[in-house]
Protein backbone atom coordinates (compact mmCIF):
# COMPACT_ATOMS: atom_id res chain seq x y z
CA UNK A 1 0.00 0.00 0.00
CA UNK A 2 1.08 3.42 -0.97
CA UNK A 3 2.17 5.87 1.91
CA UNK A 4 -0.54 8.39 0.73
CA UNK A 5 -2.94 5.57 0.40
CA UNK A 6 -2.06 5.13 4.54
CA UNK A 7 -1.88 8.67 5.47
CA UNK A 8 -5.25 9.37 3.48
CA UNK A 9 -7.46 6.56 5.51
CA UNK A 10 -6.02 7.64 8.78
CA UNK A 11 -6.82 11.56 7.98
CA UNK A 12 -10.65 11.32 5.88
CA UNK A 13 -12.18 12.51 8.40
CA UNK A 14 -10.42 15.50 8.27
CA UNK A 15 -9.36 15.91 4.95
CA UNK A 16 -8.86 14.45 1.89
CA UNK A 17 -9.31 14.45 -1.82
CA UNK A 18 -12.49 14.31 -3.97
CA UNK A 19 -12.01 14.09 -7.61
CA UNK A 20 -14.78 15.90 -9.90
CA UNK A 21 -15.79 13.76 -13.19
CA UNK A 22 -15.89 15.73 -16.07
CA UNK A 23 -18.80 13.69 -17.60
CA UNK A 24 -17.92 13.85 -21.44
CA UNK A 25 -14.42 11.57 -21.99
CA UNK A 26 -13.88 10.27 -18.37
CA UNK A 27 -15.06 8.04 -15.50
CA UNK A 28 -13.43 4.75 -13.41
CA UNK A 29 -12.52 1.63 -15.05
CA UNK A 30 -11.75 -1.54 -12.44
CA UNK A 31 -10.30 -3.66 -14.72
CA UNK A 32 -12.48 -6.59 -13.23
CA UNK A 33 -15.71 -8.09 -12.93
CA UNK A 34 -16.60 -7.28 -9.58
CA UNK A 35 -20.21 -8.36 -9.43
CA UNK A 36 -20.08 -12.16 -10.34
CA UNK A 37 -23.01 -12.40 -11.44
CA UNK A 38 -25.93 -9.69 -11.33
CA UNK A 39 -28.37 -11.51 -12.60
CA UNK A 40 -28.91 -13.36 -9.30
CA UNK A 41 -27.34 -11.02 -6.76
CA UNK A 42 -25.36 -7.44 -6.55
CA UNK A 43 -25.17 -5.12 -3.50
CA UNK A 44 -23.54 -1.85 -4.32
CA UNK A 45 -22.87 1.63 -2.40
CA UNK A 46 -21.69 4.82 -3.48
CA UNK A 47 -21.88 8.55 -2.15
CA UNK A 48 -22.86 11.59 -4.02
CA UNK A 49 -21.39 14.73 -2.91
CA UNK A 50 -22.49 18.55 -4.26
CA UNK A 51 -25.09 18.54 -6.66
CA UNK A 52 -26.25 15.34 -8.68
CA UNK A 53 -26.39 15.54 -12.65
CA UNK A 54 -30.07 14.08 -13.22
CA UNK A 55 -28.49 12.21 -16.25
CA UNK A 56 -25.83 9.71 -16.18
CA UNK A 57 -24.52 6.51 -15.27
CA UNK A 58 -24.02 5.91 -11.55
CA UNK A 59 -22.46 2.55 -11.79
CA UNK A 60 -22.15 -0.51 -14.80
CA UNK A 61 -21.27 -3.67 -16.17
CA UNK A 62 -21.73 -4.02 -19.38
CA UNK A 63 -19.79 -3.31 -22.97
CA UNK A 64 -23.13 -3.24 -24.82
CA UNK A 65 -24.49 0.09 -26.94
CA UNK A 66 -27.86 -1.63 -27.21
CA UNK A 67 -29.69 -1.16 -23.67
CA UNK A 68 -31.48 -4.59 -24.50
CA UNK A 69 -28.32 -6.50 -24.23
CA UNK A 70 -26.37 -4.71 -21.07
CA UNK A 71 -25.99 -7.00 -18.21
CA UNK A 72 -25.72 -4.30 -15.67
CA UNK A 73 -26.18 -0.57 -15.27
CA UNK A 74 -27.78 2.14 -12.74
CA UNK A 75 -28.17 5.31 -14.62
CA UNK A 76 -30.64 8.35 -14.72
CA UNK A 77 -31.81 10.15 -17.66
CA UNK A 78 -33.85 13.22 -16.39
CA UNK A 79 -36.15 10.76 -14.25
CA UNK A 80 -35.68 8.44 -12.04
CA UNK A 81 -33.22 5.90 -11.23
CA UNK A 82 -33.27 2.91 -14.05
CA UNK A 83 -31.34 -0.56 -13.03
CA UNK A 84 -30.97 -2.50 -16.03
CA UNK A 85 -30.77 -6.06 -15.18
CA UNK A 86 -30.06 -8.85 -18.22
CA UNK A 87 -30.97 -6.20 -20.68
CA UNK A 88 -34.27 -5.43 -19.04
CA UNK A 89 -35.14 -1.30 -17.95
CA UNK A 90 -36.65 -1.70 -14.38
CA UNK A 91 -37.83 1.73 -13.38
CA UNK A 92 -38.13 2.83 -10.01
CA UNK A 93 -39.98 5.78 -8.64
CA UNK A 94 -36.78 7.02 -6.75
CA UNK A 95 -34.69 10.52 -8.02
CA UNK A 96 -30.94 10.02 -6.69
CA UNK A 97 -29.92 13.18 -4.96
CA UNK A 98 -26.55 14.12 -2.62
CA UNK A 99 -25.88 11.17 -0.17
CA UNK A 100 -25.28 7.52 0.53
CA UNK A 101 -26.94 5.49 -2.02
CA UNK A 102 -27.18 1.54 -1.48
CA UNK A 103 -29.15 -0.47 -4.37
CA UNK A 104 -29.24 -4.25 -3.49
CA UNK A 105 -30.65 -6.89 -5.20
CA UNK A 106 -31.38 -10.64 -3.94
CA UNK A 107 -32.71 -12.45 -6.92
CA UNK A 108 -36.03 -11.31 -6.53
CA UNK A 109 -36.62 -7.92 -4.78
CA UNK A 110 -35.26 -4.55 -5.82
CA UNK A 111 -34.39 -2.67 -2.40
CA UNK A 112 -32.86 0.81 -2.58
CA UNK A 113 -31.38 2.80 0.68
CA UNK A 114 -30.64 6.76 1.01
CA UNK A 115 -28.53 7.09 4.11
CA UNK A 116 -29.21 3.45 5.53
CA UNK A 117 -32.88 4.25 5.48
CA UNK A 118 -35.05 1.65 2.94
CA UNK A 119 -37.09 4.00 0.39
CA UNK A 120 -37.96 1.83 -2.11
CA UNK A 121 -38.51 -1.80 -2.67
CA UNK A 122 -39.42 -3.57 -6.42
CA UNK A 123 -39.66 -6.81 -7.58
CA UNK A 124 -36.86 -7.02 -10.33
CA UNK A 125 -37.79 -8.35 -13.59
CA UNK A 126 -34.98 -10.21 -15.33
CA UNK A 127 -33.42 -10.18 -19.13
CA UNK A 128 -31.48 -12.67 -20.54
CA UNK A 129 -28.38 -11.26 -21.48
CA UNK A 130 -25.12 -11.62 -20.11
CA UNK A 131 -21.87 -10.38 -20.96
CA UNK A 132 -19.33 -12.00 -18.91
CA UNK A 133 -16.46 -9.84 -20.45
CA UNK A 134 -17.58 -6.93 -19.26
CA UNK A 135 -15.90 -4.92 -16.14
CA UNK A 136 -17.26 -3.10 -13.25
CA UNK A 137 -17.22 0.93 -14.16
CA UNK A 138 -17.93 3.69 -12.35
CA UNK A 139 -19.53 7.30 -14.05
CA UNK A 140 -19.68 5.81 -17.11
CA UNK A 141 -20.49 2.69 -18.98
CA UNK A 142 -19.03 0.80 -21.85
CA UNK A 143 -20.38 2.14 -25.08
CA UNK A 144 -19.62 -1.02 -27.30
CA UNK A 145 -15.90 -2.66 -26.18
CA UNK A 146 -14.31 -2.69 -22.82
CA UNK A 147 -11.95 0.25 -24.05
CA UNK A 148 -14.48 2.84 -24.95
CA UNK A 149 -17.28 4.57 -22.86
CA UNK A 150 -20.44 6.18 -22.98
CA UNK A 151 -23.51 7.86 -20.93
CA UNK A 152 -21.00 9.52 -18.18
CA UNK A 153 -21.85 10.81 -14.41
CA UNK A 154 -20.67 14.69 -14.26
CA UNK A 155 -19.84 14.99 -10.30
CA UNK A 156 -18.91 14.05 -7.57
CA UNK A 157 -19.12 10.11 -6.78
CA UNK A 158 -16.89 8.47 -3.67
CA UNK A 159 -16.92 5.96 -1.26
CA UNK A 160 -17.73 2.90 -3.76
CA UNK A 161 -18.31 -0.26 -1.73
CA UNK A 162 -19.45 -3.43 -3.65
CA UNK A 163 -20.59 -6.48 -0.74
CA UNK A 164 -20.92 -10.45 -1.43
CA UNK A 165 -24.07 -12.51 -1.35
CA UNK A 166 -23.01 -12.66 2.40
CA UNK A 167 -23.35 -8.37 2.57
CA UNK A 168 -19.27 -8.22 3.33
CA UNK A 169 -17.64 -5.60 1.89
CA UNK A 170 -15.73 -7.44 -1.16
CA UNK A 171 -14.03 -3.98 -2.22
CA UNK A 172 -13.73 -0.75 -1.48
CA UNK A 173 -12.76 2.59 -3.58
CA UNK A 174 -12.82 5.65 -1.29
CA UNK A 175 -11.58 7.66 -4.72
CA UNK A 176 -9.84 10.06 -2.43
CA UNK A 177 -6.20 9.64 -4.49
CA UNK A 178 -4.37 12.78 -4.74
CA UNK A 179 -2.86 15.04 -7.37
CA UNK A 180 -0.17 13.16 -9.76
CA UNK A 181 -2.01 9.46 -9.67
CA UNK A 182 -4.27 7.72 -11.92
CA UNK A 183 -4.53 4.67 -10.16
CA UNK A 184 -7.74 4.06 -7.98
CA UNK A 185 -6.87 1.62 -4.65
CA UNK A 186 -9.58 -1.15 -3.62
CA UNK A 187 -8.69 -0.83 -0.12
CA UNK A 188 -10.31 -3.96 0.86
CA UNK A 189 -9.87 -6.11 -2.44
CA UNK A 190 -7.10 -4.65 -3.50
CA UNK A 191 -8.01 -5.02 -7.13
CA UNK A 192 -7.22 -1.44 -8.31
CA UNK A 193 -8.04 -0.01 -11.20
CA UNK A 194 -7.98 3.51 -13.19
CA UNK A 195 -9.58 7.11 -14.00
CA UNK A 196 -10.01 7.35 -17.36
CA UNK A 197 -8.93 10.33 -18.74
CA UNK A 198 -8.37 12.34 -15.67
CA UNK A 199 -6.87 15.51 -15.53
CA UNK A 200 -4.99 16.66 -11.77
CA UNK A 201 -7.39 19.82 -11.96
CA UNK A 202 -10.12 17.34 -11.54
CA UNK A 203 -9.17 16.80 -8.25
CA UNK A 204 -9.27 18.64 -5.21
CA UNK A 205 -8.21 18.72 -1.46
CA UNK A 206 -11.27 19.14 0.87
CA UNK A 207 -11.49 19.93 4.65
CA UNK A 208 -14.77 18.25 6.38
CA UNK A 209 -16.75 21.10 7.93
CA UNK A 210 -18.70 20.62 11.62
CA UNK A 211 -22.09 19.91 9.73
CA UNK A 212 -20.26 17.06 7.81
CA UNK A 213 -20.39 18.79 4.55
CA UNK A 214 -16.64 19.26 2.77
CA UNK A 215 -14.67 22.44 2.36
CA UNK A 216 -12.33 22.76 -0.79
CA UNK A 217 -9.01 24.66 -0.56
CA UNK A 218 -7.10 26.77 -3.25
CA UNK A 219 -9.01 24.41 -6.18
CA UNK A 220 -9.10 25.14 -9.82
CA UNK A 221 -11.42 26.73 -11.50
CA UNK A 222 -12.89 25.65 -13.96
CA UNK A 223 -13.34 22.43 -13.15
CA UNK A 224 -14.43 23.58 -9.39
CA UNK A 225 -16.98 26.07 -9.35
CA UNK A 226 -14.85 28.01 -6.96
CA UNK A 227 -11.44 28.50 -5.27
CA UNK A 228 -13.13 26.91 -1.90
CA UNK A 229 -16.53 25.25 -2.91
CA UNK A 230 -18.16 23.76 -0.33
CA UNK A 231 -19.52 20.10 -1.31
CA UNK A 232 -22.96 19.08 0.62
CA UNK A 233 -23.20 15.48 1.97
CA UNK A 234 -27.13 15.91 2.27
Known amino acids: MAIFEVLNNQQSYFNRYFRRNEGSTDGYETN ?9 HFDVEFQLLGAVDPVGTFLAQS ?13 QNN ?6 LGGYTNATITTLTTGVWRVKFDGVNIEIFKDGVGVETIVAVLGA ?43 SYPLDEPKGTSTIYDIVGGNNGA ?18 DWNGSNLDVPPWDSVDQVLVTA
Not at 32 to 40: E, G, S
Open 195 to 212: IINGNDEDKGLFKKLPNG
Open 79 to 84: GTLIVV
Open 129 to 171: ATEPSATFTMCTRHAGTNSSYGFHYEGVMANVRVRNSSGEIAH
Open 63 to 75: ISVDSGSREFQLY
Open 32 to 40: ARLIPDPLT
